[in-house]
């Protein structure tokens, strides 16, 4: 593997705007959550994080079940619930897990507690009034590693995954791991991009023109291996967006990321 330096892979000093975004998010996922019926704190698991948010949409519609970023060590769900919002006006349920941060868990235990809660959502989706199976798994940043690790997973039928890390090779040896906490072998076998095969799901992997040249090329290279492997995969460079607000272009109604969405999800 090549050399990595810190300052490739990190996205805060890359955006110092991050924190008035991060601080936005959180006063709309707030303001979200008060106008609109969740069904908050969903036991999946024994850990005080291992909880789940549901805001049912029509019965009839999928669900999309998303995971946040923070390089698997910061936020909260509840700072990213206005993510749904977009959905919510198409009638789409959607869910929101947590999961136990680094280093307080390994990059093994945090995908095995995403399979968890995916396992406990497909369990329990009809107690909450939602009749259809389907399930798309959503993710930002470190979130579109673990959506991308739920592919092939009952139920689903696509994953959408924006500004995502897919091999985490390059992570192992950069200041993230000082927290993470990943020798070669587990960021090996937690990367997607190294075990990619065909699934049955359809993948879309959205990106921001002004990020990192390291995100941008995790996924165009991920996107590339699936295509080769004969995977349902297509790609969207979304234009003047960073690594933050180009997750605005799913929040949004009108976002592009949302409405790329939206046209797959009318093909199946």
Do not use: Y
């Given at each position: 593997m090549p050399m990595h330096n810190d300052k490739d892979w990190d996205n805060r000093k890359a955006f110092p705007d991050c924190q008035s975004w991060y601080a936005k998010y959180k006063e709309h996922s707030l303001a979200f959550s008060r106008s609109v019926n969740f069904s908050m704190d969903k036991v999946y698991g024994p850990r005080p994080r291992n909880r789940i948010d549901i805001l049912p949409g029509k019965p009839s519609q999928p669900t999309v079940f998303h995971i946040h970023g923070g390089y698997w060590q910061w936020n909260n769900k509840e700072d990213y619930l206005c993510v749904g919002e977009g959905l919510h006006r198409h009638g789409i349920n959607t869910?929101?897990?947590?999961?136990?941060l680094a280093p307080n868990a390994?990059?093994?235990d945090i995908v095995s507690e995403i399979h968890a809660g995916l396992s406990w959502f497909r369990q329990h989706r009809q107690e909450l009034g939602i009749e259809n199976p389907d399930?798309?798994?959503s993710g930002h940043s470190s979130g579109g590693h673990l959506a991308a690790m739920c592919q092939g997973e009952p139920d689903v039928i696509g994953t959408l995954l924006i500004s995502g890390i897919f091999d985490l090779r390059p992570i192992s040896h950069i200041y993230v791991n000082d927290i993470v906490?990943?020798?070669n072998e587990m960021s090996i076998r937690n990367s997607p991009a190294l075990f990619a095969k065909r699934y049955d799901n359809f993948s879309l992997i959205a990106y921001g023109d002004l990020e990192l040249d390291s995100f941008k090329s995790q996924s165009r290279l991920y996107h590339q291996k699936l295509f080769v492997d004969g995977m349902d995969t297509s790609i969207l460079s979304v234009n003047y967006k960073g690594h933050f607000d180009v997750l605005d272009e799913f929040t949004n109604s009108e976002g592009a990321i949302l409405e790329a969405l939206i046209d797959r999800l009318k093909l199946i």
């Open positions: 869910a929101f897990i947590e999961h136990t390994t990059m093994d399930i798309i798994v906490g990943m020798d």
